[in-house]
């Protein structure tokens, strides 16, 4: 038996051609169908060089086990998610890496209904049986149909979840970052148009190049940001919009082409949809919670606060019925999408929300970003990680008012609290710091955090 080290906690990733190649992603797709008893399956990938071939594997293995396959082609994540759910498939892979660099490649799965996966029911299931690899005779059956035609019956859905009437003109800035997102927000902008929305795009890094010339699609990354700003200033943008690889993220510049932090985007998308049905139910991660949970309040909407992880977040929608919910991290999960995440829904409600107001993005972020200054994610690659945050703990844990061990650890003061989790992907602890109107506050605790963590 062969161990499989593309296999992580929530999916599947690796360096295409070492730990996912054709082989593996053949053995994947016969392990998919006989755990979950899946056809159709909708299959997916993104513009990488390997993400072609592993697709054709990845089908070629489905239909060995006589499962039929629905091929999307060229897409998003969130497509895959979409036509798993609008098409009744019995589950949907998408091969991606997201943001990783170009030589990496892996695969987001999702059973019927765009329901994810058990980690460790369903995850544990597919891995045991790709790795054991007895499969036997290809079975009778399944066969492969082009699905690509799903797209327009996506941009009805999305575009049908806004309110285009109410948005204003407005010029923005997309940066595909040479990833996935290009031919779908084509296909969303002519949508725009035909219903009378009034806006302009500038396309930056728009052509789909699995080499990503200009870098790893990983706009969250501050060194990132000028790849979207300069040309947003440039070109007089009222909004900036940069996606990830397989675009189920999205982030967020103003005119200024200020990057606005993950927390605030959900802040405002909380309080759009608390405006349009009080009392609601809104789920948010437990890393920067304390504007989230203010908005909240404000609009007598009811907060859920879920463990960090798109299987924990789409749980607890399902769970509670969340309208909405979401991550600092640029993760928007919403009801009327099958509970799932999108990174082109937030952009829309923004640029609603900018029309209904007749504000900048500026405006309607500036408050927030004053009442609720925070550190940013910090990472660090302590040797003893447990023992890094043991230290933090023994500093801080007897002063806390309040201690939450929901996702890693949180500790909260007043006026101010702190998270720290372990990466569940990477050899990272993960720091964020935040503060009631205290900025300085928020840098002298991020600074004596850090050096505990860096010791």
Known sequence: MTRLNCFKAYDIRGRAGIELDEGVAFRIGRAFARALGASPVVIGRDPRLSSPALAAALAEGLVAEGSDVLDLGLCGTEEVYFATGHL???GGIMITASHNPAEWNGMKMVREGAAPLDPVADLYQIRALAEADAFGLRKPGGAVR?????????VDHVLGMTDVAAMQPLTILANAGNGAAGPTLDALAEGLASRGAPLRFVRVHHEPDGEFPFGAPNPILPENHAQTAEPLREAGADMGVAWDGDFDRCFL????GRFIPGEHVVSLLAAAFLSRAPGETIVHDPRVVLGIRDTIARAGGRAVMAK????????????????YGGE???HHYFRDFFACDSGMIPWLLVAELMGRKRAALASLVDDLIARFPSSGERNFRP???????ARVMAAFGPEAAEIDETDGLSLSFP????????????ALVRLNVEAEGDAAL???????????LET
């Open 253 to 256: 510049f103003d005119a200024t």
């Open 308 to 323: 960090t992880g798109h299987v924990y977040l789409k749980r607890a929608m399902r769970e509670t019925g969340a309208i």
């Open 442 to 452: 928020v840098s002298e605790m991020t600074q004596r955090i850090s050096a505990l």
């Open 383 to 389: 040797e003893d990680p447990e023992a890094a945050i």
């Open 415 to 426: 006026g101010w609290r702190f998270s720290l989790r372990q990466s569940n992907t990477e």
């Open 146 to 154: 082009d699905a690509s035609a799903t797209r327009a019956a996506y």
């Open 88 to 90: 009744n498939a019995g």
């Open 328 to 330: 600092m991290s640029a």
